[in-house]
């Protein structure tokens, strides 16, 4: 999946892979492999590649181990993850305790609404990790429109819906034309 984000964003930059691999040293054939994923780019490689592109570097650190399955591939997962943007906290209460069987999570965020009740309750935490592709019925947190949510995300082919679990909240159909983002999968409460 690293591959994917990399060759994405020299593209959303207009950036050839000869013009990446000037500015990073790095060798076309390499590159090339790196891009479609039959090498990984060691820290430093990686380092200089987001140097080059002028971006974060921590955001695609996130996919580097990850793996883009069929469904994903199908709903075009590497294009709802985000490389230049970071999650805004606005509140922070505070530190809890990262329980040992999600040691990939990066935040403990606060559910803030009773939209996924009973399966997670208003006020309570989830564990979410950065910047994963998800599967139908994975839970997850979402951008859209500028909106966070925490839903449960299935997809059909390229049809994505988000689903609350309490039947008052409405489900959202993502449209090609919403501003739409996977932020990260909820990996337990």
Do not use: W
Request: proline share 3%; aromatic share 8%; hydrophobic share 35%.
């Amino acid at each position: 999946m690293i591959g994917d984000m990399i060759a994405k964003a020299r593209k959303e930059k207009k950036m050839t892979k000869t013009e990446l691999a000037k500015l990073t040293d790095i060798n076309i054939g390499h590159l090339t492999h790196i891009e479609k994923g039959e090498r990984n780019p060691s820290h430093k490689a990686l380092k200089n590649i987001c140097r080059a592109l002028d971006i974060p570097y921590q955001q695609l650190m996130y996919t580097y181990d990850k793996d883009i399955n069929e469904e994903q591939a199908d709903y075009n997962a590497v294009s709802h993850i985000s490389y230049n943007k970071l999650l805004a906290v606005d509140s922070v209460s505070g530190f809890v305790d990262c329980p040992s069987t999600v040691p990939s999570s990066a935040i403990a965020l606060r559910v803030n609404d009773n939209s996924m009740e009973p399966t997670f309750e208003t006020g309570s935490y989830v564990f979410v990790e950065f910047n994963t592709p998800l599967n139908s019925k994975d839970y997850g947190v979402f951008s859209v429109n500028g909106e966070i949510l925490i839903r449960k995300f299935t997809s059909k082919k390229e049809k994505i819906t988000l689903k609350a679990d309490n039947k008052d909240f409405k489900d959202i159909a993502i449209k090609y034309s919403d501003d739409f983002y996977i932020i990260g999968k909820i990996l337990s409460k």
